[in-house]
T-cell receptor, first 112, second 115 residues
Framework: KQEVTQIPAALSVPEGENLVLNCSFT??????LQWFRQDPGKGLTSLLL?????REQTSGRLNASLDKSSGRSTLYIAASQPGDSATYLC???????????FGKGTTLSVSS | GAVVSQHPSRVICKSGTSVKIECRSL??????MFWYRQFPKQSLMLMAT?????????EQGVEKDKFLINHASLTLSTLTVTSAHPEDSSFYIC???????????FGPGTRLTVL
């Protein structure tokens, strides 16, 4: 059974710092992996989706990598801003069209 | 495009009452919809998967007679929490997918508080 773990649970950084959020999964036979952002009391915003055949995806200041062999994904945020403060969730899908398996998230706080 | 709405966004009810939550895909046909539940400081946990026109598939530990799911059309799925109790208080989020597209589109969630 797929399990997704995110470390650290919380992270505080000063504005402008580059940072890395970590996600690990137990079953390397994933179909794809997604990173989401969740603001307090709100729904999910999809940030990046990486197919199992891909190694990384980039969108603006965000870069997500995928290493299936080690069961890891990282989300790199460059030049962090206070507006980046949120909880970041990693989720894996084992098959096309199936539900996502989520980690507990990393709550990021960027201070100005 | 690919917007999913949920209604209501917040609901407070008394213990023992039933609450219906709607999930709609506004600009696409959703062949499959998923219902998740998120307790404070916890991850999203899948409750059930529903395909249009067929019975929902529930995850282990989720009572199908308590959480009634109906997916009567390609744009609407409903979750009814029957005889709600305080322990059912949670954040309920739906997502929808369409055939041939990997991305799931999430609704904004419904905060249920049972007094």
């Amino acid at each position: 059974k797929q399990e997704v773990t995110q470390i650290p649970a919380a992270l505080s950084v000063p504005e402008g710092e580059n940072l890395v959020l970590n996600c690990s999964f137990t079953d390397s036979a994933i179909y794809n992996l997604q990173w989401f952002r969740q603001d307090p009391g709100k729904g999910l915003t999809s940030l990046l989706l990486i197919q199992s055949s891909q190694r990384e995806q980039t969108s603006g200041r965000l870069n997500a990598s995928l290493d299936k062999s080690s069961g890891r994904s990282t989300l790199y945020i460059a030049a962090s801003q206070p507006g980046d403060s949120a909880t970041y969730l990693c989720a894996a899908s084992n098959q096309a069209g199936t539900a996502l398996i989520f980690g507990k998230g990393t709550t990021l706080s960027v201070s100005s | 495009g690919a917007v999913v709405s949920q209604h209501p966004s917040r609901v407070i009810c008394k213990s023992g009452t039933s609450v219906k939550i709607e999930c709609r895909s506004l600009d696409f046909q959703a062949t499959t919809m998923f219902w998740y539940r998120q307790f404070p400081k916890q991850s999203l946990m899948l409750m059930a998967t529903s395909n249009e026109g067929s019975k929902a598939t529930y995850e282990q530990g989720v009572e199908k007679d308590k959480f009634l799911i109906n997916h009567a059309s390609l744009t609407l799925s409903t979750l009814t929490v029957t005889s709600a109790h305080p322990e059912d208080s949670s954040f309920y989020i739906c997502s929808a997918s369409r055939q041939g597209v990997d991305t799931q589109y999430f609704g904004p969630g419904t905060r249920l508080t049972v007094l």
